[in-house]
């Protein structure tokens, strides 16, 4: 075909086209109309899910919380007497003995307490044997009828007070001894020094209060995490429970202890209910020190090898609301509708450990490329085409 046909034949169409164009319109919106109803018609049919991955593996169900590091036991060493401060023997993180010499207050005002106290003493004991003397004279007298009753009885009084006297004096010396032998300050136990709070020349005073002037921890070795747990978890800790645990000062390192005492005495801030829950923790190595805070994670329970999703998939409360032609007899407390070969199925589980994220899946039905439906994608969208499929295009 010449191009002088080909152009009379196209000029022939449009001409045709234009004589009729009303049926020619006609003709377009049929086909164009057709063509949508077939595409929206096409989409209604595939419906597509939102799915989550069902996987297996291990899982943890763990509580996590923060707690400061101290020794086991800390001793506070204190003054039973007021005075100023002579010589000091120690120092931080000095090791110490039980006995050892720590510290000496000036003892010249309480040695001069003890030798006034002694002086009365021995006043007073002479006065008890001046007392005495009398006594045995005026009796030997009463009792040959040289003197009254009444004069013997009063000599008989003074020796009595004279001897309680002398016990009162006695009572004084000893206070006075032991006040000064408490300007020695001695070490009530082996271990470290942790803290010093005094200074050579500073004044103590102990009028109203034990001051302190060291704190030594028995034992670095053997440390203790006391963390707050709050009211939501405390119910899952027990005694004999694993740890792990970090420190900012060695991010990479893991220690490990074990949870030693769930204490039922509660703690609330602002509103907030905690209750303390105490970690042992071996620190032979001694890493770690007193004052640390360590970001805790104590083991609750855990499983291994289990099939495993994440909770998402257990949120579901009605199938049908999802797929529409579920059955009527499926419970989601019982079943899951997993995703294969693009079709929903319905398996029975039940779940077995729960984490924050993560449930386990106990069900002998599952296979390893299973996902769990937990919704449709466009279910709006979808739900439009299936009634615009069911009238017609027009």
Do not use: C
Request: proline residues 3%; without cysteine.
């Amino acid at each position: 075909m010449s191009e002088e046909v080909k152009h009379s034949f196209i000029r022939r169409f449009f001409a045709w086209l234009w004589r009729h164009k009303w049926w020619s319109l006609t003709v377009i919106l049929i086909l164009l109309a057709g063509g949508t109803w077939w595409i929206i018609a096409s989409i209604g049919d595939k419906v597509e899910y939102v799915t989550v991955n069902v996987s297996r593996g291990d899982i943890k169900h763990v509580v996590t919380a923060t707690g400061e590091i101290n020794p086991v036991n800390t001793v506070s060493v204190g003054s039973q007497v007021s005075g100023t401060i002579e010589n000091i023997y120690v120092d931080y993180n000095s090791r110490v003995t039980k006995g050892q010499l720590l510290l000496e207050i000036e003892p010249s005002v309480l040695q001069a307490t003890v030798d006034e106290a002694r002086a009365a003493l021995d006043s007073a004991k002479s006065q008890l044997n001046l007392a005495r003397n009398d006594y045995e004279r005026n009796k030997t007298l009463y009792d040959s009828g040289y003197i009254a009753r009444a004069e013997m009885e009063q000599s008989q009084t003074n020796y009595e007070q004279a001897q309680q006297s002398v016990k009162r004096m006695e009572s004084q010396y000893e206070r006075a001894v032991t006040n000064l032998s408490y300007a020695t300050i001695t070490s009530p136990v082996d271990g470290t020094v942790i803290s010093r709070k005094v200074d050579k020349g500073q004044t103590v005073a102990a009028s109203f209060q034990t001051p302190d002037l060291f704190e030594i921890a028995e034992d670095l070795s053997k440390m203790q995490i006391e963390t707050a747990v709050s009211e939501a978890d405390i119910g899952v800790i027990k005694e004999g429970q694993n740890v792990t645990f970090t420190v900012d000062a060695y991010p990479r390192k893991t220690f490990n202890g074990i949870v030693k005492q769930v204490r039922l005495s509660p703690t609330t801030t602002s509103n907030v209910v905690v209750y303390t829950v105490v970690i042992d923790v071996d620190n032979a190595d001694l890493n770690l020190m007193p004052g640390m805070t360590a970001f805790v994670t104590i083991l609750v329970d855990a499983a291994k090898d289990v099939w495993k999703t994440q909770n998402a998939a257990f949120l579901v409360r009605n199938f049908k609301n999802i797929i529409t032609d579920a059955p009527d007899n499926v419970n989601p407390n019982e079943y899951i509708a997993v995703l294969r070969d693009g079709k929903p199925v319905f398996i029975k589980y039940t779940k077995g450990l729960i984490t924050a994220t993560e449930t386990q899946i106990v069900s002998d039905e599952l296979k390893p490329d299973d996902k769990v439906i937990v919704g449709r994608v466009g279910q709006s969208t979808s739900s439009a085409a299936t009634q615009a499929r069911r009238r017609g295009p027009f």
